[in-house]
T-cell receptor, first 114, second 115 residues
């Protein structure tokens, strides 16, 4: 069965520090992978996606993620965190051939200290 | 990206009543929309796939008679929570798009509180 694991429930970093949010997936085929960000009481905003090709993908707001098939991972990174990055981050895997049916991880809450 | 609008953003209803949530694709046609539910501090769980002009497909464990989905046009899907109870209180999010080659676009979500 497909699943998405985000092992870190809550991460705290200082502003300006680097960030890495972990995501591991379990999926039988080549996955479609996504990272979404959710601010309090808001919907989801797509940060980046991986469908195929270059395994290092660039997203919005200075985020990037690297797909590592051997590790079944799709970790999100940012070299220098801003206070406005504080939010909930969700990793997701596309289910089947359509990209709207998604398995989500449980999310990682990011707190940024000034 | 494309825009999906969800209405209302917040709703409070009395136990036993029904409440309708609308999900509209504003600048594209969505033959398929998706409804998710998010419990506090938890992830989003797919409830159902809404198909324009046909019946919705519900995920295992989701009561289709409680969560009625209608997708009557290419830009509107509605979720009706019937005979709502306090345990139905949650954050409901819809998405549109999500075809073979494009990602889905999410609405802002609806916070439902049943009192």
């Amino acid at each position: 069965a497909q699943s998405v694991t985000q092992p870190d429930i809550h991460i705290t970093v200082s502003e300006g520090a680097s960030l890495e949010l972990r995501c591991n997936y379990s999926y039988g085929a080549t996955p479609y992978l996504f990272w979404y960000v959710q601010s309090p009481g808001q919907g989801l905003q797509l940060l980046l996606k991986y469908f195929s090709g270059d395994t290092l993908v660039q997203g919005i707001k200075g985020f990037e993620a690297e797909f590592k098939r051997s590790q079944s991972s799709f970790n999100l990174r940012k070299p220098s965190v801003h206070w406005s990055d504080a939010a909930e981050y969700f990793c997701a895997v596309g289910r089947g051939s359509t990209l709207g049916r998604l398995y989500f991880g449980r999310g990682t809450q990011l707190t940024v200290w000034p | 990206g494309a825009v999906v609008s969800q209405h209302p953003s917040r709703v409070i209803c009395k136990s036993g009543t029904s409440v309708k949530i609308e999900c509209r694709s504003l600048d594209f046609q969505a033959t398929t929309m998706f409804w998710y539910r998010q419990f506090p501090k938890q992830s989003l769980m797919l409830m159902a796939t809404s198909n324009e002009g046909s019946k919705a497909t519900y995920e295992q464990g989701v009561e289709k008679d409680k969560f009625l989905i209608n997708h009557a046009s290419l830009t509107l899907s509605t979720l009706t929570v019937t005979s709502a109870h306090p345990e139905d209180s949650s954050f409901y999010i819809c998405s549109g798009g999500g075809t073979v080659n494009t990602e889905a676009f999410f609405g802002q979500g609806t916070r439902l509180t049943v009192v």
